[in-house]
């Protein structure tokens, strides 16, 4: 057997491979380029060009682009009214801006645990968490695999809750057959780097709804309107006013024509995902040490992230040895995520360790591997190889 990188041997590649990457090609570049030489950088027609594009993409009536995905959310929380008081149920499994939104609101985040198959929010323990102070849920699709929306929904008809889906690894993933962005009454995704499509730093939110549409627009500049029709007064043509504490949270047309140029691309950029999500499940199924991902019979994921889970009674050291065993074999493993009210300024606000079983036991055994579209077969191959080696050297 080859001798491991972390004690000396050859490393699988002599290049790291990260876990995830953009894809920008020539034509990404010239579309921001002819923006740059053009006279709108700022609030010009490439943003609505890219709302509508989304939108259209997503089946959603409306799209509202902001600076980042955390915004984004922020902006949800607001146009769902959260305030002082409110208690909003969160997935535990996900980034922390899911939940720092409900406090940049005042809200007071709950987290419900998750369902240990698909990772998502478990919507048989959301109902035990509603009080009379819970306002909305967020859930989020773990790694592009959608929530079981209908479910969901039926649960926020019942106590009359919003619903803010989190999609920001679910751009193009499916429920249903149909895509997520229309079902909640407001969906964010986010365009980070490693995110589906990106503009470097962006987010949206798509709706249905054109009351929280327009709450929206609002917020996204200031709080600042110039629309007649709601004004309090008019002093001329000139007159705007500020209705809301809103943000500067707007996207620039350059980002957003990167935008428009990668939503050309997006199933491509899917296909080849599933492709290599397909090509680790095939290499992995005989391995069984590691639990590989589940996929509900409703969802059609467009793979943000590969997360497989070690068996630690069936190996000899736990996920950290093997994950630094991985990293120096030159493998760009990464961990999402430490469930979020285990950071210290959650247990700070008083949340306790214990609080969702589920989310931290998997947390303790996961592993993300490289997954973007423009990772070669070889790559792919490297990092079977990689996680094949290390496995065979800790199996019990
Ligand atoms: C990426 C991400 C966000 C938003 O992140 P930004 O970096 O602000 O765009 C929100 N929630 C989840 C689950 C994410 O992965």
């Known amino acids: 057997m080859d001798k491991l990188a972390i004690f000396g041997g050859k490393p699988i590649r002599d290049t790291y491979l990260s876990y995830g990457k953009q894809t920008v090609d020539e034509s990404d570049i010239q579309a921001v380029v002819d923006v ?136 193009g993933s499916e429920y249903k057959g149909t895509k997520v962005g229309s079902k909640a009454d407001m969906v964010e995704f986010s365009f980070h ?71 050309n691309k997006i199933e491509d950029f899917i296909s080849r995902r599933r492709e290599i999500v397909k090509l680790y499940n095939d290499s992995f199924k005989d391995l069984k040490e590691i639990v590989t991902p589940f996929e509900a019979e409703y969802s059609n994921s467009g793979w943000h992230i590969y997360v497989i889970k070690i068996k630690p009674e069936l190996l000899t050291v736990t996920r950290k040895e093997i994950f630094e065993a991985l990293q120096a074999e030159n493998i760009g493993v990464n961990v999402h995520y430490l469930p979020v009210y285990l950071h210290p300024y959650y247990r700070n606000l008083g949340y306790e360790k214990g609080l969702c079983p589920n989310a931290e036991e998997l947390y303790k055994n996961m592993i993300t591997l490289p997954l973007f579209p423009s990772m070669s077969d070889k790559d792919v191959n490297d990092v079977v190889t990689a996680v094949k080696k290390v496995i065979d050297y800790y199996r019990k």
């Open 36 to 171: 740059l030489k053009g006279d709108y950088l700022t609030t010009g027609p490439f943003v609505k060009e890219f709302e509508n594009k989304v939108a259209s993409y997503v089946g959603a009536k409306y799209a509202v682009a902001v600076s980042n995905g955390t915004a984004a959310l922020h902006m949800a929380c607001f146009a769902a009214g959260i305030k002082d008081g409110d208690e909003v149920i969160v997935s535990p499994m996900t980034f922390a801006a899911s939940s720092n939104a409900v406090l940049y609101c005042g809200g007071t985040p709950v987290f419900a645990d998750i369902d240990p198959m698909t990772y998502n929010i478990d919507p048989d323990g959301i109902e035990a968490k509603i009080t009379n102070k819970t306002k909305a849920i967020i859930p989020v699709d773990f790694s592009g695999q959608s929530v079981d929306m209908d479910r969901i929904k039926e649960i926020a008809d019942k106590y009359n809750l919003i619903i803010i889906e989190d999609a920001a690894h679910a751009l």
């Open 193 to 263: 780097p490693v995110k589906l499509i990106t503009t470097g730093e962006g987010g949206i939110v798509t709706t249905n709804s054109e009351k929280l549409y327009k709450k929206m627009m609002i917020f996204r500049s200031h709080g600042i309107t110039r629309e007649k029709e709601i004004l309090n007064e008019n002093h001329g043509p000139w007159y705007y006013e500020q209705q809301y504490l809103g943000y500067n949270y707007r996207l620039t047309d350059f980002q957003s024509a990167l935008g428009t140029s990668q939503m």
